[in-house]
């Protein structure tokens, strides 16, 4: 168990971190090609969507039923619909400007499709001129965000570190799918920062702190758990994994749903929000034949 433990802590680290990769992204890349950033985000959102139903609340019933019998397959249920609302009362408590879970207004998602992109202006020495209250707003929006995306990271990272923590391989494929929804919340962070203080390192940092929100979550919601239901060995009993996974996979289907999906639709053109969705549930799909 505790070789899973690093292994989960590992890759819920690598999920954090993307939101760095985002920061210097939009400071190093000449130009952002949001057409991918669009198939990438449906991606992501397929491959949560299909492991959420296929692989997590499957297991979760599955857990769930060995203990309790039929009876299993109602608190599974139960404790999807739990995870959907717990997710979005966090959204709800977080003002709309500084919600990462918040679909662009029509004019900003317009914006995207234009050549007028911010990253451009980002690669300047110098950050461009702004009076001294339009320096605290970017300042101010740079760390509520910082802040949203934190506390969105937190059962983002519980997802992540106790799926891991089951099966290796279904923690991989999660990691992997929340680290590319990591990175334009890393973008959404760093380039007002930047916009307001001219000082990329700070910017970035700033970016990379939010991220380490989702270890950070995962270890505290794992300490708590071993405290209040750990058996031997650091070992979960089975059917509070069956109420975790139950309620992880409601998470993350709000994360997709609500999320990823407009956003990739913001981004692209076309049909690439669905290329990005059937691709990842085709390669989840296919990862998890493999495996078995």
Do not use: C
């Amino acid at each position: 168990m505790t070789g899973n433990v690093w292994l989960a802590f590992g890759l819920t680290l690598m999920a954090g971190l993307a939101t760095g990769v985002g920061s210097i992204l939009a400071f190093f890349v000449k130009r952002t090609n949001y057409r991918f950033l669009s198939v990438a985000t449906g991606f992501s959102a397929g491959v949560m969507i299909y492991v959420s139903f296929v692989e997590i609340f499957f297991k979760g019933g599955e857990a769930l039923e060995e203990v309790y019998g039929a009876t299993g397959n109602w608190i599974n249920v139960a404790a999807f619909f739990v995870g959907i609302l717990f997710i979005g009362l966090i959204d709800n408590l977080i003002p709309t400007a500084q919600n990462p879970h918040e679909f662009p207004s029509v004019d900003e998602a317009e914006l995207l499709h234009t050549d007028a992109v911010l990253p451009d202006a980002a690669l300047d020495t110098a950050a461009p001129a702004s009076s001294d209250t339009e320096d605290d707003d970017l300042m101010r929006m740079g760390l509520f965000t910082a802040l949203a995306i934190a506390i969105h990271n937190f059962p983002e990272g519980l997802a992540t570190f106790l799926a891991a923590l089951q099966d290796p391989a279904l923690g991989v494929a999660i990691a992997i799918a929340i680290a590319l929804h990591n990175i334009p919340e890393g973008v959404s962070v760093s380039v007002p920062i930047y916009y307001a203080t001219g000082d990329r390192r700070k910017a970035f940092l700033y970016s990379l702190v939010s991220g380490l929100a989702e270890p950070i979550g995962a270890l505290v919601a794992y300490a708590a758990l071993m405290l209040v239901v750990g058996g031997p060995a650091g070992v979960i009993p089975p059917q509070v994994m069956g109420v975790l996974f139950g309620f992880i996979a409601g998470i993350m289907i709000y994360i997709s749903v609500d999320e990823l999906l407009p956003t990739s639709q913001a981004y692209g053109k076309g049909h690439d929000s669905i290329y990005g969705l059937v691709a990842g549930m085709a390669v989840m799909a296919i990862s998890i034949l493999m495996l078995d």
